[in-house]
């Protein structure tokens, strides 16, 4: 079975008899590895119950647009920011019209309206209902807005008739909804990631280091798995087991992660310099654990090498991408970092309020880089690296066929 292995899929379920498979496609949801929450429409509710969801599931299920019991009163927008991607199974034709049409008016479409995730609607009706040109014009205009139609399948129906229109198998379903975060975006293309912290010893029990988790980088190094590259991640110590499909390196300090990535870096089509390297390390590490006796401690200090910089200086270089943590003036810090180390594209976020960065399982990012700034609202680190991954994809592309054109014009 395809692994959905640590995402967060919102499954919606509206009126129609082939919502009692809705029970089957969760467990098959998560026996592929995915953390599934189920929004219902008030139709659904009278083909199948609330209760069997949520035990499925394993979560509540949600059901009221002005939800008082959500924090603020903001249900929708918790779970547009939550879900990974969204699939709803059954899709009836009514659903698909108001979809279609850009309707908000129960949880269902607002949260669909509300979220940038991968949307998939799989369509169950009557066959009839699912010819009628209404319908085709609607599954028409939300292909053109990049949904996804999972189906329908074609055979017999609870009505008597024979003909497209059946829901397809759950796990048919669960299968596609894998292929969702498959983008082939990065297809032929090497990745070199780095994540976490570094450590710099003072001692043999102490060290210089950082909040960084790590969650980010390891994020990043699996979307760009998804998106067809193959990987390379260099981390340092974290505390999160390596993703899947790539090759991971582990080291502790910023020395051996510089070492790290100039044994690496030449196979690289992209660098993205996640990790929070450490800028100094200790002048001298003592051989024994410094006893606490003098009332002051005194610590000299050196500068450590530029990883990212130094990636950026290659000739020729990758596609070098930079992350700054700042605590203020966000793009001003980004874009100095951006011209000072000459690097394609930084990744910015602010630290030390109260959304997102270091510890965090969610995050807020924007994207500088020599033509504009674009910002990646509050989600994620998952999805968060999804959408950047697509960003760095579409920029590394442009970037190489304006360099194809030069080489072509100059010969």
Same mark, same amino acid.
């Given at each position: 079975?395809?692994?959905?292995?640590?995402?967060?899929?919102?499954?919606?379920?509206?009126?129609?008899?082939?919502?009692?498979?809705?029970?089957?496609?969760?467990?098959?949801?998560?026996? @592929?590895?995915?953390?599934?929450?189920?929004?219902?429409?008030?139709?659904?509710?009278?083909?199948?119950?609330?209760?069997?969801?949520?035990?499925?599931?394993?979560?509540?299920?949600?059901?009221?647009?002005?939800?008082?019991?959500?924090?603020?009163?903001?249900?929708?927008?918790?779970?547009?920011?939550?879900?990974?991607?969204?699939?709803?199974?059954?899709?009836?034709?009514?659903?698909?019209?108001?979809?279609?049409?850009?309707?908000?008016?129960?949880?269902?479409?607002?949260?669909?309206?509300?979220?940038?995730?991968?949307?998939?609607?799989?369509?169950?009706?009557?066959?009839?209902?699912?010819?009628?040109?209404?319908?085709?014009?609607?599954?028409?205009?939300?292909?053109?807005?990049?949904?996804?139609?999972?189906?329908?399948?074609?055979?017999?129906?609870?009505?008597?008739?024979?003909?497209?229109?059946?829901?397809?198998?759950? +796990?048919?379903?669960?299968?596609?909804?894998?292929?969702?975060? /498959?983008?082939?975006?990065?297809?032929?293309?090497?990745?070199?990631?780095? @994540?976490?912290?570094?450590?710099?010893?003072?001692?043999?029990?102490?060290?210089?280091?950082?909040?960084?988790?790590?969650?980010?980088?390891?994020?990043?190094?699996?979307?760009?798995?998804?998106?067809?590259?193959?990987?390379?991640?260099?981390?340092?110590?974290?505390?999160?087991?390596?993703?899947?499909?790539?090759?991971?390196?582990?080291?502790?300090?910023?020395?051996?992660?510089?070492?790290?990535?100039?044994?690496?870096?030449?196979?690289?089509?992209?660098?993205?310099?996640?990790?929070?390297?450490?800028?100094?390390?200790?002048?001298?590490? +003592?051989?024994?654990?410094?006893?606490?006796?003098?009332?002051?401690?005194?610590?000299?200090?050196?500068?450590?090498? /530029?990883?990212?910089?130094?990636? @950026?200086?290659?000739?020729?270089?990758?596609?070098?991408?930079?992350?700054?943590?700042?605590?203020?003036?966000?793009?001003?810090?980004?874009?100095?970092?951006?011209?000072?180390?000459?690097?394609?594209?930084?990744?910015?976020?602010?630290?030390?309020?109260?959304?997102?960065?270091?510890?965090?399982?969610?995050?807020?990012?924007?994207?500088? /880089?020599?033509?504009?700034?674009?910002?990646?609202?509050?989600?994620?680190?998952?999805?968060?690296?999804?959408?950047?991954?697509?960003?760095?994809?579409?920029?590394?592309?442009?970037?190489?066929?304006?360099?194809?054109?030069?080489? +072509?014009?100059?010969?």
């Amino acid at each position: 079975m395809a692994t959905l292995a640590n995402k967060r899929i919102l499954l919606g379920v509206t009126g129609g008899i082939a919502a009692y498979k809705s029970a089957d496609l969760v467990r098959r949801l998560r026996e @592929a590895g995915a953390e599934t929450r189920v929004v219902m429409t008030d139709a659904a509710t009278e083909f199948i119950t609330e209760l069997t969801l949520q035990a499925v599931s394993g979560a509540p299920v949600h059901r009221r647009l002005l939800d008082t019991d959500a924090e603020s009163g903001m249900g929708h927008i918790a779970l547009a920011r939550w879900a990974d991607a969204i699939v709803v199974a059954p899709a009836s034709a009514d659903f698909l019209a108001r979809l279609a049409q850009g309707r908000g008016d129960d949880l269902l479409t607002t949260v669909c309206l509300a979220s940038g995730a991968p949307l998939a609607v799989a369509p169950a009706m009557n066959q009839q209902m699912w010819r009628n040109a209404a319908t085709q014009a609607n599954v028409a205009t939300l292909r053109q807005r990049g949904m996804h139609i999972f189906g329908p399948g074609e055979g017999s129906q609870a009505c008597g008739d024979v003909g497209p229109g059946r829901l397809l198998e759950p +796990a048919e379903i669960a299968a596609l909804t894998a292929g969702l975060f /498959d983008t082939g975006v990065l297809d032929g293309l090497t990745v070199l990631v780095t @994540a976490g912290p570094t450590w710099e010893a003072l001692d043999p029990v102490r060290g210089l280091t950082n909040k960084s988790s790590g969650k980010m980088g390891y994020a990043v190094a699996e979307a760009a798995a998804e998106a067809g590259a193959r990987v390379l991640l260099v981390s340092g110590p974290v505390k999160l087991p390596a993703p899947d499909r790539v090759e991971t390196l582990r080291v502790v300090s910023a020395l051996e992660m510089f070492d790290a990535v100039h044994a690496r870096v030449t196979d690289a089509d992209i660098f993205i310099g996640v990790a929070a390297v450490a800028d100094y390390r200790p002048a001298q590490i +003592a051989s024994q654990k410094i006893k606490k006796s003098a009332e002051r401690l005194t610590l000299e200090l050196m500068r450590n090498p /530029d990883i990212l910089a130094s990636v @950026a200086a290659l000739t020729p270089a990758p596609y070098t991408v930079g992350f700054a943590a700042e605590t203020e003036n966000l793009e001003a810090g980004a874009r100095a970092k951006l011209e000072t180390k000459g690097i394609d594209l930084i990744a910015a976020n602010l630290v030390g309020g109260r959304e997102g960065g270091f510890e965090s399982d969610d995050n807020i990012l924007t994207l500088v /880089d020599r033509e504009s700034a674009t910002q990646l609202p509050l989600a994620s680190k998952k999805r968060l690296a999804r959408e950047l991954i697509q960003f760095i994809a579409r920029k590394f592309h442009a970037k190489s066929c304006t360099q194809d054109s030069r080489r +072509a014009h100059r010969q």
